[in-house]
């Protein structure tokens, strides 16, 4: 089983619209966790840590639940240069070490 | 300030060759990630180094090898190159040490080696 589980997509949502993705990780023990956005052919980059509370950065809103080990990024008001992967990432320890990133959930936002 | 810098952009390579891949740290990060990014797979963590030392490796064969250099940089090196080694291969850096990194992974655009 991998570690980090995403709905690969397509998502293809119209500009303005909600969009909320999921993901699921299969070690209880994990302590850290993010989302990493990538555009075509681009390298990574941090999106947003996530929190327990919950955070948020704008139009964007992560939220984790330990209980059901998932965690879920929502953007409101869809803008086109949203368009891009997104990845869920899921550490063992508090920081850099031992992440794990699932494979990516694709975005595609309309114009 | 620059940022994560890797070489070659692209390499071709044939099955069986070697293949060394090459990054350079932002300034002030220790520790280098390694990571295999193949289609469909997403990003497959291969090795981490910090302070010159190999801290962790990924579920990867021991072909998979590399180094960090005094001066931090990283070589990564793929011996006996077979066709499913195609991919991206990313490097990354943080800072090192837990209180001071904030688990953000600053990435290199990557060097994409084709096997044929």
């Known amino acids: 089983r991998k570690e980090v589980e995403q709905d690969p997509g397509p998502f293809n949502v119209p500009e303005g619209a909600t969009v909320a993705f999921n993901c699921t990780y299969s070690?209880?023990?994990?302590?850290?966790f993010f989302w990493y956005r990538q555009d075509c052919r681009k390298e990574p980059k941090l999106l947003m840590s996530?929190?327990?509370s919950g955070n948020e950065d704008g139009r964007f809103t992560a939220q984790l639940n330990r209980a059901s080990q998932y965690i879920s990024l929502l953007i409101r008001d869809s803008k086109l240069s949203d368009s891009a992967t997104y990845l869920c990432?899921?550490?063992?320890?508090?920081?850099?070490?031992?992440?794990?990133f699932g494979t990516g959930t694709r975005l595609t936002v309309i114009p | 300030e620059a940022g994560v810098t890797q070489s070659p952009t692209h390499l071709i390579k044939t099955r069986g060759q070697q293949a060394t891949l090459r990054c350079s740290p932002i300034s002030g990060h220790t520790s280098v990630y390694w990571y295999q990014q193949a289609l469909g797979l997403g990003l497959q963590f291969l090795l981490w180094?910090?302070?010159?030392?190999?801290?962790n490796r990924g579920n990867f064969p021991p072909r998979f090898s590399g180094r960090q250099f005094p001066n931090y940089s990283s070589e990564l090196n793929v011996n006996a190159l077979e066709l499913e080694d195609s991919a991206l291969y990313l490097c990354?850096?943080?800072?090192?040490?837990?209180?001071?990194?904030?688990?953000?992974?600053?990435f290199g655009e990557g060097s994409r080696l084709t096997v044929l």
């Open positions: 990432v899921a550490g063992r320890q508090t920081g850099a070490n031992n992440l794990f």
């Open positions: 990354a850096s943080s800072r090192t040490g837990t209180s001071r990194n904030t688990g953000e992974l600053f």
């Open positions: 070690n209880s023990a994990s302590q850290s």
């Open positions: 180094y910090d302070e010159g030392e190999e801290r």
């Open positions: 996530v929190y327990s």
